[in-house]
């Protein structure tokens, strides 16, 4: 018996095809395996399963995620480089740089960079410090300045050895938080327990941070941990046997750098793992910091 348009067995319109979300005009069986949303012939593109759509291709790579998905990853999630000793260069050429400077414009230079808490410098003619005049840029600019050669052969020959390793397990934006951040709590710690007068200077606390940094990697990797243990143990005999020597630094370095390294290596991974890692430098970062203000405080 034939059945009159409209009826249950021929329901209206149920010949009717989807419509091309983009062309609407066109009829469509075909469907993005990604976003099931109709595609006609013209906008479908071929993929490892089925068709996608053009938007879904360029946003994703035909992968089924974001671009960034794809791209391989380093240990702590960062980006692999194609030079991954990058970082380690510019920082290695720009204290080679600032030690240059030094031996050009002299003592003056060394004067106005050193960290220092607080005291009258004959030469400046003027109380300098970071208590005494707020130059508190010199937390910073001191972690760059050597002024013996002997001082800046040792840090590089560090910051090279054991920046390299860090920097490809890392990538390039961690490694480089975690070599500022340490060096800046090495010269925290040092304004906080050296007398106001006593000067201080070198990439020494950010050495340290990446000594710090490369026990919790190795340990993280399962690798003999006896040869940068025994490096360590040999440099921190040297920094309380030798006059001279910050010790402040490379203890407020080693232990910021710990702590960095911690929290990237064993950041949940995920959406959770950049989160982690960021939270951790700035933690780190608003220790020191506190410090270094509550330094200023009882100084002034």
Not at 239 to 247: E, K, N, R, S
């Amino acid at each position: 018996m034939d059945q009159e348009p409209g009826s249950p067995q021929n329901p209206r319109g149920a010949h009717e095809l989807p419509r091309c979300y983009r062309h609407p005009e066109r009829e469509t069986g075909i469907r993005c395996t990604r976003c099931e949303r109709p595609i006609c012939t013209e906008c479908m593109i071929s993929a490892s399963v089925g068709f996608q759509c053009p938007e879904c291709v360029r946003t994703g790579s035909g992968t089924g995620h974001s671009p960034g998905a794809s791209m391989p990853r380093t240990l702590a999630g960062g980006a692999v480089a194609s030079d991954p000793r990058l970082v380690t260069k510019v920082l290695v050429g720009l204290n080679a740089a600032v030690f240059l400077l030094t031996l050009v414009l002299g003592d003056q230079l060394v004067h106005r960079l050193t960290l220092i808490g607080g005291a009258y410098d004959p030469q400046l003619r003027d109380v300098v410090g970071v208590a005494a005049d707020g130059e508190w840029y010199r937390l910073v600019t001191s972690v760059f300045l050597h002024q013996e050669i002997w001082h800046i052969f040792f840090n590089m020959l560090l910051l090279w050895w054991l920046g390299g390793p860090l920097e490809q397990a890392l990538g390039r934006v961690r490694f480089l938080a975690l070599y500022l951040v340490s060096g800046f709590a090495g010269s925290a710690l040092t304004y906080l327990i050296a007398a106001p007068q006593q000067g201080s200077l070198g990439a020494s606390g950010a050495v340290y941070g990446l000594f710090g940094a490369t026990v919790v990697l190795m340990r993280r990797m399962r690798q003999d941990l006896r040869p940068v243990v025994v490096l360590l143990a040999i440099n921190l005999v040297i920094t309380f046997v030798a006059p001279g020597i910050a010790w402040e630094a490379h203890v407020g370095g080693l232990v910021a750098g710990a702590a960095i390294a911690y929290g990237m290596v064993h950041a949940p991974s995920g959406r959770k793992r950049v989160p982690v890692q960021f939270a951790t430098c700035a933690l780190v970062l608003l220790v020191a910091t506190g410090v270094v203000v509550g330094r200023t405080m009882a100084l002034t």
